[in-house]
């Protein structure tokens, strides 16, 4: 099933509240971190992720430019060095990636933008979460609906250099839609492609990014 090839591949404190407020220095590397408890919870109720686990995520995002992000915990990294991550390097669908989880829509990402992507990569997001920005990052017309052109887009990615003959290519995408578009309106809705997503029990598996 081709879904199953898709699937697999792939607060500042003020002087007089900081005796009360208790701050976090954690040791990484060469840098520091510095969060407060309440943004500590704010992250751990907004993401998939225990204190322990938002901590080592900041790690990673700080070995991606250890001098912007000492500076500034808040810094907006270019998308060259958020594609730096060994696992973005690798994945075919990367610049798509770094733009669906980008606040600014251009693939540079601040710490929350890289956090909230390595949460939704994470093992603990359900499979709902995933199958959402599995469309989104599919849907490179972002018009909420995977057309035949996503579909191309999709396929060449995945082949890379041994790209599917023309007449190959629409045999394959004629054979989805067969497949997947109950609607026979020639395009996917979320709904269809989650109802496709529901038949390939590697997706969960295959979606996600090991901290």
């Known amino acids: 099933m081709f879904f ?4 697999s591949l792939s607060l500042s404190c003020s002087p007089e509240t900081k005796c009360k407020q208790q701050i976090f220095f954690i040791k990484m590397g060469s840098s520091q971190s510095v969060f407060t408890e309440q943004e500590l919870n704010d992250y751990q109720e907004l993401t998939y992720f225990t204190k322990k686990e938002i901590l080592h995520v900041f790690k990673r995002f700080s070995q991606l430019n250890n001098s912007a992000v000492d500076k500034d ?3 907006k990294l270019k998308r060259d060095e958020i594609l730096e991550l060994p ?9 798509r990636i770094c733009q669906v989880f980008s606040s600014s829509r251009d693939g540079d990402m601040t710490f929350e933008d890289f956090l909230d992507m390595m949460s939704v ?7 709902s979460v995933k199958v959402e920005y599995a469309f989104r ?6 018009d909420d609906m995977i057309s035949s052109r996503d579909l191309k887009e999709v396929v060449d990615r995945l082949t890379g250099d041994q790209k599917l003959e023309n007449e190959d290519m629409q045999q394959l995408i004629d054979n989805i839609f067969e497949e997947a578009d109950l609607d026979d309106d020639d395009s996917l809705s979320f709904a269809e492609f989650e109802h496709v997503i529901s038949k390939a029990p590697d997706f969960v598996n295959s979606f996600r990014i090991r901290l």
């Open 73 to 75: 915990k808040n810094a």
């Open 87 to 95: 696992e973005l390097k690798v994945n075919p669908f990367k610049d």
């Open 121 to 127: 990569f994470s093992d603990n997001a359900p499979k």
């Open 137 to 142: 990052i599919y849907d490179f017309d972002e």
């Open 4 to 7: 199953g090839l898709v699937l």
